[in-house]
Nanobody
Framework: QVQLVESGGGLVQAGGSLRLSCAVS????????IGWYRQAPGKQRELVATITSSGSTNYADSVKGRFTISRDNAKNTVYLQMNSLKPEDTAVYLC??????????????WGQGTQVTVSS
């Protein structure tokens, strides 16, 4: 059974930093691309950053240069370091694991989310 557990959210002032963690249980971690998404009230869920199983990363334009995604395969954990936070970064941040099997079937797994609130 696959479980994703996010942690590290909280309240921070604008300009501050937070580091989110996503711990993935189960055997899929090493072969999965992991992504961080966020959803603010009344807005659609948006992609923040992704990291593939080989370590390639991709970022939304709105967070480039401020956020860094990384993974520790020994700990089955992905991190999102968020610096220079802005009030518009306020949202629930969710972790996603995407695994594709040998038949090219796609499996998506989600965590429960962690709240990030940035005060001005």
């Amino acid at each position: 059974q696959v479980q994703l557990v996010e942690s590290g959210g909280g309240l921070v002032q604008a300009g501050g930093s937070l580091r989110l963690s996503c711990a993935v249980s189960g055997s899929i971690f090493r072969g999965s691309a992991i992504g961080w998404y966020r959803q603010a009230p009344g807005k659609q869920r948006e992609l923040v950053a992704t990291i593939t199983s080989s370590g390639s990363t991709n970022y939304a334009d709105s967070v480039k240069g401020r956020f860094t995604i990384s993974r520790d395969n020994a700990k089955n954990t992905v991190y999102l370091q968020m610096n220079s936070l802005k009030p518009e970064d306020t949202a629930v941040y969710l972790c996603n694991a995407r695994n594709i099997d040998y038949l090219a079937r796609v499996y998506d797994y989600w965590g429960q989310g962690t709240q990030v609130t940035v005060s001005s």
